[in-house]
């Protein structure tokens, strides 16, 4: 895994070290979900001020952000694409383990340790999502 682009890591510094550690973790199964399904380089990024994964390769998923908040001090939050049904199909297979608003935001507990296998479903769901779509 490459190295924290110095935009992030300065973004991520000024959180809280719980949700930095959960930032962290969640970073690593991000790109071992990028290498485990093929989905080929990422493009780590900023949008709109939050840490942001996309895989490079057209028409292959789409862009998963996290952000934390002082409004909501304990949770770190996932970002899905709106027109999307990932954070529904989330609700669906994780009910309950997320505050999911329904259509992009996902927010887990940072008090609580990384539930891997959810955080995995969702970064394997938004980074193949175009991909997986084609094939449905």
Same mark, same amino acid.
């Given at each position: 895994m490459d190295m924290l682009p110095s935009d992030i890591l300065t973004r991520v510094e000024s959180w809280p070290q719980s949700a930095q550690s /959960?930032? *962290?973790?969640?970073?690593?199964?991000?790109h071992d979900v990028a290498t485990s399904e093929d989905v080929g380089p990422l493009d780590e990024s900023l949008?709109?001020?939050?840490?942001s994964w996309r895989p490079k390769r057209a028409r292959t998923g789409s862009t998963l952000r996290l952000d934390w908040s002082?409004?909501?001090?304990d949770?770190?939050?996932a970002f899905v694409d709106c027109?999307?049904?990932l954070a529904a199909q989330m609700d669906h297979r994780f009910p309950g383990q997320f /505050?999911?608003?329904g259509r992009r935001a996902l927010g887990f507990d940072t008090t609580h340790p990384l539930d891997k296998d959810a955080v995995w479903q969702l970064a394997r769901l938004? *980074?193949?999502y175009h991909r997986s779509k084609r094939g449905r």
């Open positions: /959960h930032f *962290l973790r969640t970073r690593t199964l991000v949008k709109w001020g939050q840490p002082p409004a909501t001090p949770r770190l939050l027109k999307t049904d /505050h999911n608003d938004t *980074l193949t």
